[in-house]
């Protein structure tokens, strides 16, 4: 039998379900605000979410993001707020989604 390379693992901050690291949307602290790494290559500490309205509105009410990143304080996650609901709105339409 001929194993492959095993995939990383990691646990959405919202939902806290472990899955492949490729279902989940990198997400990193520029300036304060929560933006999405969607190359994988922003510097800094990441934290991982499920593309999903849902999972977002999760994790911040149990306020996990200041947890994830290491940061006192709260933070603006208004940018990601929104890239997500349209992302959500284009899933509805029927179209494909390939970025966040």
Known sequence: MKRGRAAPVRTCV??????????????????????PD???CLPGRGAYLH??????????????FPRAFRLPGPLDGGMLRERLAARAARQQDGRMVSDV
């Open 51 to 64: 593309p999903e309205p849902g999972c977002l509105e999760l994790a911040e009410r149990r306020r996990a």
């Open 14 to 35: 919202g939902c806290r379900v472990r899955t492949v690291k490729s279902d989940l949307l990198r997400l990193v602290v520029v300036e304060g605000v929560i933006a």
């Open 38 to 40: 969607l190359d994988g």
